[in-house]
């Protein structure tokens, strides 16, 4: 089955720049969504088809996604963006989805 | 407005059996690929099972033959039938719905917990 690897932590200091990784065989030829979960709550979609983002959610959030990796970035990061985050994609077959293990973003 | 509420959830004996619903609003179940997504304490999310618009059934390998996903379009309310359960099973279960394959999830319910104990 299809593994998607992330970093189980990533911390940043407010005001700069976040990067949490997805890794995955060939990920590049696949859709890529990006999802922020904070404590005792639903996750929220943030990134979607690799660097789209949905209505409401800020322009400091892109993605991207090419070779073996997919890329969350998060610029002027905030106290509010510390959460969890979570890439998520629909195997070859089309019939299994796949998250990765999570990342908790902690801003110092 | 989409809104899923979840209910069912609850303390269950292992072996035991339960069924969660999902009541949908804001949209039509059976017109959209409705999954459920699980989420034990501390863990991360795995992904559990799916139903197309067309009613084709998918399971994670962990659930195969335990798990039932199913529908109901005069209630428009997806459920999840939980057979021969485990202590593993222990979590918090969100119904969720995907703009279809290959897309993302955009609409989550607010979960409801199953705890696999005796």
């Known amino acids: 089955s299809y593994v998607l690897t992330q970093p189980p932590s990533v911390s940043v200091a407010p005001g700069k720049t976040a990067k949490i990784t997805c890794g995955g065989i060939?990920?590049?030829?696949?859709?890529v969504h990006w999802y922020q979960q904070k404590p005792g709550q639903a996750p929220v979609l943030v990134i979607y088809y690799d660097n789209d983002r949905p209505s409401g959610i800020p322009e400091r959030f892109s993605g991207s996604n090419t070779g073996n990796m997919g890329t969350l970035t998060i610029n002027r990061v905030e106290a509010g963006d510390e959460a969890d985050y979570y890439c998520q994609v629909w195997d070859s077959s089309g019939d299994h989805v796949v998250f990765g293990g999570g990342t908790k973003l902690t801003v110092l | 407005e989409v809104q899923l509420v979840e209910t069912g959830g609850g303390l269950i004996q292992p072996g035991g059996s339960l069924r969660l619903s999902c009541a949908a609003s804001?949209?039509?179940?059976?017109?959209?690929?409705m999954s459920w997504v699980r989420q034990a304490p501390g863990k991360g999310l795995e992904w559990v099972s799916v139903?197309?618009?067309?009613?084709?059934?998918y399971y994670a390998d962990s659930v195969k033959g335990r798990f039932t996903i199913s529908r109901d379009n005069s209630k428009n309310t997806l459920y999840l039938q939980l057979n021969g359960l485990r202590a593993e099973d222990t979590a918090v279960y969100y119904c969720?719905?995907?703009?279809?394959?290959?897309?993302?999830?955009?609409?989550w319910g607010q979960g409801t917990l199953v705890t696999v104990s005796s």
């Open positions: 969720a719905r995907f703009q279809g394959v290959p897309g993302p999830i955009d609409y």
């Open positions: 139903i197309y618009s067309g009613g084709s059934t």
């Open positions: 060939h990920i590049g030829s696949k859709s």
């Open positions: 804001g949209f039509t179940v059976t017109s959209n690929y």
